[in-house]
């Protein structure tokens, strides 16, 4: 804490800087006054710890305000308090007819949800091309390219949805309609523009209370200039036998940035970064997003999903870290896709991380914006806001020995995030924080708001995998 010292030194320095000092002098303070500067504003960084109970971190059941259905039964989407509860089920339609159904009940469910997305759309692509754009034939080629990438049941869902939601209008241009192009690229924007920044943090068996894992994931993103799209948080539940899923994700997305299966598999996409001097290359690449969708579908263990992205991550656009976590393992997917950031790898608790970066106990896992594995890029150390996250999951969780869900939710959440300049776990880009219990096999969301990251928290139980 600043004190009155540091003023003092300070205009005691001035004064002698106004003598003449000779071997013959005698120097005294005789008369000196400490100017009267008043109490410091400055607070010590444990005050912007808050300490939770119980009940703070006890998870609530919303009820459906409004229910909307397809005729098909192919789309089922719930209006909540907090959010959207979204079933697609593949088994009432083909995917293009899902799609198209998805759109349908959006447009009941969300009137407004044209004007909304298409103004979070424009701003993400000012963003990626460094200001306004007249020409679109780059993100044209980009969107062009990847969709064709894609699996054919991908292709045919999104056009679904397209179609429906542009009903006619085609082009890029910002005029408070969804063209069909602009339709398609909400389910492109991690891959064709730009990624996510989040971190997480999972914990095994050998420290946690009941002696399962738990795994927590936030999801920080460009939220849009009115925290927009926080109006449309959604959970949409794939209903495809045993290719079913839930995702947390945001209304009308059909790619995948967080999810956890019936097998328990969790996983999600971390951004960090391609080397700045790499020239993007959507010539022979594919959609992470999608992959990550593939992964959920068709893998049951953290180790072969996150085995499936490493293998393919010369296909990706972006640079990116992905969290793959099952009741026995976890692992983080370095997924270079320039050499200059290093070689693609599965990192676990054993892998030799970059020098000098320490984490005091195996038995908690964590990522954040950077790769960690030696020999791959390191904006860790060398960035501030990385390691200063990886820093505070340290000392937070690492001393924890036999943690409950509870506590473990206690901590998560014990930063102050209001008026606060510190760089936080939970900052203020925060869409959601996915929690999974191997446990008790719950899974819980904390969402942020349109009005801002708050204090006061609310998690919310959406059920079991």
Not at 28 to 38: C, E, S
Not at 54 to 61: I, T
Not at 81 to 110: C, F, H, N, Q
Not at 245 to 266: E, H, K, R, Y
Request: charged share 25%; hydrophobic share 35%.
């Amino acid at each position: 804490m600043k004190s009155k010292f540091v003023t003092i030194v300070a205009a005691l320095t001035a004064a002698l800087s106004a003598l003449t000092l000779s071997s013959c002098n005698t120097v005294t303070y005789d008369g000196f006054t400490a100017p009267n500067q008043g109490e410091s504003t400055l607070k010590p960084v444990s005050s912007y710890y808050l300490e939770r109970t119980e009940e703070d971190v006890k998870p609530v059941v919303e009820k459906a305000l409004q229910t909307y259905s397809s005729e098909n039964g192919a789309c089922v989407i719930e209006k909540k308090r907090s959010y959207y509860e979204v079933t697609l089920d593949y088994e009432k339609g083909s995917p293009k007819e899902v799609g198209a159904a998805y759109a349908e009940m959006i447009l009941e469910a969300y009137p407004d949800y044209k004007k909304m997305l298409e103004d979070y759309l424009y701003e993400n692509i000012r963003e990626a091309f460094g200001g306004d754009v007249t020409d679109y034939t780059a993100l044209k080629e980009r969107i062009s390219t990847l969709k064709g990438s894609l699996a054919k049941k991908y292709q045919e869902e999104m056009e679904g949805f397209a179609e429906v939601l542009s009903d006619g209008e085609e082009e890029f241009q910002q005029n408070g309609k969804l063209s069909y192009e602009e339709a398609i690229l909400i389910n492109m924007v991690p891959d064709a523009l730009r990624s996510t920044a989040c971190s997480a943090i999972t914990v095994n068996g050998n420290s946690t209370e009941s002696g399962q894992r738990i795994t927590a994931r936030f999801l920080d993103w460009n939220l849009g200039s009115d925290n927009q799209i926080c109006s449309a948080q959604c959970v949409t539940h794939f209903k495809n036998g045993d290719k079913s899923f839930t995702s947390v994700c945001l209304l009308g997305m059909l790619d995948v940035l967080t999810a956890v299966n019936p097998d328990g598999l969790v996983l999600g996409e971390l951004d960090v970064g391609t080397n700045q001097n790499a020239k993007f290359v959507v010539e022979g690449k594919t959609c992470y997003s999608y992959d990550l969708r593939y992964a959920i579908e068709n893998f049951s263990t953290a180790k072969e999903a996150g085995q499936y992205m490493v293998d393919n991550a010369h296909r990706y656009t972006f640079s990116c870290n992905a969290l793959f976590t099952d009741d026995n393992d976890a692992f983080c997917a370095e997924l270079c896709v320039d050499e200059q950031d290093g070689k693609p790898i599965l990192r676990d608790s054993s892998t030799p991380m970059h020098k000098g970066l320490e984490w005091d106990n195996p038995d908690y896992f964590c990522i954040v914006n950077s790769f960690t594995s030696a020999g791959n890029s390191d904006k860790l150390t060398t960035m501030y806001e990385n390691i200063v996250r990886w820093n505070k999951y340290n000392k937070l969780f690492c001393p924890e020995k036999n943690i409950s869900l509870t506590r473990f939710k206690e901590l998560i959440t014990s930063e102050q995030v209001e008026d606060s300049s510190l760089i936080n776990c939970r900052s203020s880009a925060m869409v959601h924080l996915l929690l999974v219990d191997y446990d008790t096999k719950s899974v819980q969301v904390l969402f942020g708001s349109p009005g801002g990251t708050k204090d006061k928290i609310k998690f919310i139980d959406i059920g079991t995998f």
